[in-house]
């Protein structure tokens, strides 16, 4: 099976790896770390990122286990959150968006959040769905 980027973060992953060519160091050592959390908040790695690429040397990726989290309500929260972030036209902050990156792992894995992360996810949300917090 060859190794795939979920469509939602492709155009972000694009404008990210072209900013890595950027004179101004800075901005390509951010450019970087935010291709890593992209990557990282869409479930996949730089190694699938290398595999699209140079698709020659195979890669394991462990399948994703079907069970009801799938279909739970946190992993299409997951999914709305990781492809806003991935949108460079929605309305979210880069701390937002770093932050959805950081915690959308956590969401999908139906792992404790704190009250404050779980605040902070329904205010962005809401943010994304157009409602004023």
């Given at each position: 099976?060859?190794a795939?980027l ?7 992953v ?5 900013l890595?060519?950027?004179?101004e160091?800075?901005?390509a050592?951010?450019a ?12 996949v ?6 595999a699209?690429?140079s ?24 999914d ?5 972030a ?6 979210l ?14 969401l ?26």
């Open positions: 099976m060859a795939t979920p469509s939602v973060i492709a155009p972000r694009a404008d990210l790896v072209r890595l060519g950027s004179d160091d800075a901005e050592l951010d970087a770390r935010a291709l890593r959390r992209t990557l990282v908040g869409a479930g790695d730089l190694d699938v990122l290398a699209v690429i698709p020659t040397e195979p890669i394991r990726v462990s399948p994703v286990r079907s069970s009801r989290r799938t279909t739970s309500i946190r992993c299409r929260q997951a709305k959150l990781t492809k806003a991935a949108d460079p036209y929605s309305n902050t880069r701390w937002e968006r770093d932050f959805i990156a950081s915690n959308v792992p956590a999908r894995s139906d792992a404790d959040l704190s009250e404050k992360q779980t605040a902070t996810l329904k205010r962005v949300l809401s943010k994304i769905r157009g409602h004023r917090s």
